[in-house]
């Protein structure tokens, strides 16, 4: 069993920047993709960035892609997304997400395991 706990989250500015990390339990975390997923209030939970088990291949939604960077320190067991440039259509609360395989993807059923999610929040 793999234990998510994000934390980061917070009350912006739009332009602001952000850093959401996301600590991950077990010996395990240097072969398991990673992604960071969202919600907005009224809407279906999105892909935002996922990362391979090394760090060497990353992607993103068009949507965050040239403001958001998704990284890794396995040493440290932990997955970051920086935000930058935050927009209020950003705002959302943000999961971290792990499976046991060690390539990327953007699709939700491929993660196993989830954290309890982020608010962030970006005002005008």
């Known amino acids: 069993q793999v234990q998510l706990v994000e934390s980061g989250g917070g009350l912006v500015q739009a332009g602001a920047s952000l850093r959401l990390s996301c600590t991950a339990s077990g010996r395990a975390f240097s072969s398991y993709r990673m992604g960071w997923f969202r919600q907005a209030p009224g809407k279906e939970r999105e892909f935002v960035a996922d990362i391979n088990w090394s760090g060497g291949s990353t992607s993103y939604a068009d949507s965050v892609k040239g403001r958001f960077t998704i990284s890794r320190d396995n040493a440290k067991n932990t997955v970051y997304l920086q935000m930058n440039s935050l927009k209020t259509e950003d705002t959302a609360v943000y999961y971290c997400?792990?499976?046991?395989?060690?390539?990327?993807?953007?699709?939700?059923?491929?993660?196993?395991?989830w954290g309890q999610g982020t608010q962030v929040t970006v005002s005008s």
């Open positions: 997400a792990a499976d046991h395989s060690p390539y990327g993807s953007r699709r939700e059923s491929e993660y196993e395991y």
